[in-house]
């Protein structure tokens, strides 16, 4: 059989107060001493330099309920999932789009180019076939001169 002593911590017994006003709230009606007097140091036993921004906030996980800390859990763990998934979806697309306009555009760029330059050359030899037609105005054309001589 268990037996039960109650110790009186010396502490205590020492520093009984005596009941005046100003002390009122030091002693109750039943003569039961409490220690209200705290004991505020400078000096802590937390070393707060030492901790890094994540040993604080892992710390607070304490103060929720597990059921808000699974709640929190799941809406980050989906929130991320779905931010994977999103980059990955426009990372594939984005190679996809670039791809193809490599292979389509580029031979197409060059193509239009070439067709430009030809246009061009065109302009100038019908511009300097005006130009001999102004200088010489009674002359024939050159194929028929050389269907002449033939």
Do not use: C
Not at 56 to 81: E, G, I
């Amino acid at each position: 059989m268990v037996k039960l002593e109650e110790f009186e911590d010396e502490h205590f017994n020492k520093e009984k107060p005596t009941s005046t006003k100003n002390d009122a709230l030091l002693v109750s009606d039943d003569e039961d001493y409490s220690d209200t007097e705290s004991e505020v140091s400078n000096d802590s036993d937390v070393e707060v330099e030492g901790e890094s921004l994540f040993d604080r906030v892992s710390a607070l996980k304490d103060m929720l309920p597990p059921s808000t800390r699974r709640t929190v859990s799941s809406s980050v763990s989906s929130l991320t999932s779905f931010t994977k998934a999103g980059l990955s979806f426009s990372g594939k697309a984005l190679w996809i789009i670039s791809t193809s306009a490599f292979l389509i555009g580029v031979p197409w760029a060059l193509a239009y180019a070439e067709e430009e330059q030809y246009i061009q050359m065109e302009r100038e030899q019908g511009m300097i076939r005006g130009a001999n037609e102004m200088l010489t105005p009674g002359a024939e054309p050159e194929k028929k001169e050389a269907e002449a001589i033939l």
